[in-house]
């Protein structure tokens, strides 16, 4: 069965840093897509960031420059890494895996996937709070 399990959230203040991870089972890890998304209390899920299975990445506008994506295939793994970060960034943050290799949709360098409907697994997620 298809399994991703999102780590490495916790309490972090604003401007510092923090890596989560995506542990995925299941499948051939290195043929599909992985993609982070994130929910407020409140808030619609949305989009942060997506690698393809040859390593291509994408991410939303605002987060380009913040947030850096990365896989490790041998490791069945996907990280996130975040720089500067703020308040609005407190979310519960998840991971999902793709219909394919490529990440979709996107436009040039942009993950552009909204709410993320066109995902068909989702794993638990990891809870990340940003204080000041």
């Known amino acids: 069965e298809v399994q991703l399990q999102a780590s490495g959230g916790g309490l972090v203040q604003a401007g510092g840093s923090l890596r989560i991870s995506c542990v995925a089972s299941?499948?051939?890890?290195?043929?599909?897509?992985i993609a982070w998304f994130r929910q407020a209390p409140g808030k619609e899920r949305e989009g942060v960031s997506c690698?393809?299975?040859?390593?291509?990445?994408y991410y939303v506008d605002d987060k380009k420059g913040r947030f850096t994506i990365s896989r490790d295939n041998a490791k069945d793994t996907v990280y996130l890494q975040m720089h500067n970060l703020t308040p609005e960034d407190t979310a519960v943050y998840y991971c999902?895996?793709?219909?394919?290799?490529?990440?979709?949709?996107?436009?040039?360098?942009?993950?552009?996937?909204?709410?993320?409907?066109?995902?068909?697994?989702w794993g638990k997620g990891t809870q990340v709070t940003v204080s000041s």
């Open positions: 999902a895996r793709g219909a394919r290799t490529d990440c979709a949709p996107t436009y040039g360098n942009t993950f552009s996937a909204g709410p993320g409907t066109n995902m068909v697994s």
């Open positions: 299941g499948f051939i890890f290195g043929d599909y897509a």
């Open positions: 690698i393809s299975g040859p390593g291509r990445t």
